[in-house]
């Protein structure tokens, strides 16, 4: 048995679930985190080059494992405060297919992704003292019924598909939209869920958009005063 507080909760950091179209900019949001490092198996980081940032590459599951025993070792973790996997759409579709080598029947490969990877989130998600963050690509589907095109987080296999939103606080839909009176984009981040767009926030201390800054939206969480 284990005695805890429920002030424990903020010192264990936020985990929290991004997700949008390609080129919104999910990968950029890294730099509004306070001192991240991440683990990436995208090519995409030119988006925030002369950031600073440092970064993991992972290609299989092997250097999945490795990058967790790095972010859990005690000499390491006094670099940084925040970690974010980008994305893991990717990181599995890069892990399934090395599976896919590994068996001759495809199935059992989507099976074995989805478990080893869902116990590698788990762990990922539950490092103590950490922000994690992982970002993901969008999917939709549209209901038979009502019409209505509704979109979530994408990742290989229907089985990690369904069960990844359960697995974080905040599941936080990335967005762009146009202004019409200047016919300028912007980007928000929507963290309640509507009849198209799947989101969470458990902690309950957000508005129903929030500007794309993780930095502010962490603070927001953990109850940290803002200046200004």
């Not at 996997?85 to 890069?94: F, N, V, Y």
Request: proline content about 4%; glycine content about 8%; hydrophobic content about 40%.
């Amino acid at each position: 048995m284990k005695f805890s507080n429920t002030n424990d909760v903020h010192n264990n950091g936020v985990k929290a679930l991004v997700y949008g179209i390609a080129g919104a900019g999910k990968t950029t949001l890294a730099t509004t985190l306070p001192r991240p490092i991440i683990i990436s198996a995208e090519n995409g980081l030119l988006s925030i080059a002369g950031s600073g940032i440092g970064v993991i590459e992972v290609e299989n599951f092997e250097d999945l494992k490795q990058a967790y025993q790095w972010c859990v070792n005690p000499t390491n973790q006094t670099h940084f405060d925040s970690i974010m996997l980008d994305s893991i759409s990717e990181i599995a579709e890069q892990i399934l297919l090395f599976a896919k080598t590994k068996v001759k029947d495809a199935r059992l490969a989507y099976t074995d992704l989805s478990d080893r990877l869902i116990d590698i989130i788990k762990d990922f998600r539950d490092i103590k003292g950490k922000h994690v963050i992982m970002t993901a690509k969008i999917e939709s589907a549209k209901e038979e019924l009502t019409g209505v095109t509704k979109y979530f987080p994408s990742v290989p296999g229907n089985k990690l598909t369904q069960k990844l939103p359960y697995l974080f606080d905040e599941v936080l839909y990335l967005g762009v939209k146009t202004d019409p009176s200047t016919n300028q984009s912007f980007r928000f981040i929507q963290t309640q869920p509507d009849f198209q767009v799947a989101a969470k926030d458990r902690s309950g201390k957000l508005n129903f958009t929030e500007p794309p800054n993780l930095g502010l939206i962490i603070n927001k969480i953990i109850g940290v005063q803002q200046n200004g």
